[in-house]
């Protein structure tokens, strides 16, 4: 594989737990798995929807407990990075998820960053609430951060997307406006184009995660392209989690054609199939893009970066 440098703007750092990771950590701190082994938990990674994904997301990240093992945990996909010609990686992580088994905030973020500080390639993290839990924990999620908001670019909005619209956030958005953070949203994966509008105009996010179903509206899809808005769209997830029947299928090319600033990530590598440039790799095989196009995306992920000018101008 040798596709060009890029930045990586839509990983879950827990969707990079890999299955042997899971058995070390189990190990390292006395935890019982219900999977007689990595090849046994593997062969439950056969997913029907978005929740069939997540049921199994949290309940791997339950060996995820000290600073080390967040450390261990984001040192790995680093140098994934490093080996996929990723420069940049803008990380997701989801503390609400670890705050409710008992770990804090500081050994989160503490972990993390002594990876992060420790790594070549350039990276910083974003915050994302679970939408399928209350806007109040968010808020209290939120207000935990704040001794940490330097080491923090945004905030961002996943989990069970259906029936939790962006709306439900609406508050919590405004108060990380207010603290000088930048914010992105999961919309269009699963739920309607109404979502897609819901994260613009309430959230106030300058990205879209996902963004896929913003296809069924041609006036939102006129606006993402007058806007320039960015769509992060992970090709390998939603064939895994049955967005489209087969990588053949996948619209990417067509919200090309639109115009769209359209970016390729890997989501949750370790669940999907593949890390940034098996995503890359795949899109190009099943979708016929041109190296002209494969430029082009490779491009937009630093101009829809949250890097400063200056930093943009380093990669471009
Ligand atoms: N979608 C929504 N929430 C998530 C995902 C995803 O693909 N991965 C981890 N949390
Ligand atoms: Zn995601």
């Known amino acids: 594989m040798n596709t ?34 990595v090849a046994d938990l593997r062969a439950k990674y056969e997913f029907a929807d978005l929740q069939s994904f997540l049921d199994i997301y949290y309940a791997n990240m339950a060996v995820l407990r000290t600073a080390a093992d967040f450390r261990d945990l984001a040192a790995a996909y680093l140098d994934r990075c490093a080996a996929h010609g990723v420069r940049h990686a803008e990380i997701f992580f989801d503390p609400q998820a670890h705050l409710k088994r008992g770990v804090a905030m500081e050994t989160v973020i503490g972990g993390l960053c002594a990876a992060l500080d420790d790594s070549e390639v350039s990276a910083s993290l974003i915050l994302c609430f679970l ?20 080491r923090i670019v945004g905030v961002g909005l996943d989990s069970a997307e259906v029936g939790h619209p962006p709306s439900k956030f609406t508050e ?26 819901e994260a613009l105009d309430l959230l ?7 963004g896929i179903r913003a296809l069924e509206d041609p006036e939102l899809v006129e606006r993402l392209r007058r806007e320039q808005i960015p769509l992060t769209v992970c090709p390998l997830s939603n064939v895994r989690l049955g967005a489209f029947a087969e990588l053949g299928h996948h619209t990417l090319p067509r919200l090309l054609e639109h115009g769209l600033l359209v970016t390729v990530n ?18 190009r095989r099943e979708l016929g893009l041109t190296p002209e196009q494969l430029r082009t995306l490779a491009a937009n992920s630093f101009r829809a970066s949250f890097l400063d000018e200056d930093g943009k101008a380093a990669f471009l």
């Open 4 to 37: 060009p440098p890029k930045a990586e703007l839509h990983v879950h750092i827990e969707g990079t737990l890999e299955p042997e990771m899971v058995f070390a950590l189990a190990r390292r701190n006395d935890i019982a798995l219900p999977h007689e082994s």
């Open 131 to 150: 939408r399928d839990e209350s806007a109040e924990s968010a808020a209290e999620a939120l207000r935990l951060a704040e001794p940490f908001l330097d």
């Open 172 to 197: 919590v958005f405004r108060r990380a406006h207010e603290l000088g953070l930048r914010a992105v949203a999961h919309a269009g994966e699963e739920g309607p184009p109404e979502y897609v509008r």
């Open 204 to 210: 106030g996010v300058q990205r879209i995660d996902h």
């Open 266 to 283: 890997s989501d949750d590598p370790a669940y999907f199939g593949g890390y940034a440039d098996e995503n890359f790799d795949a899109v």
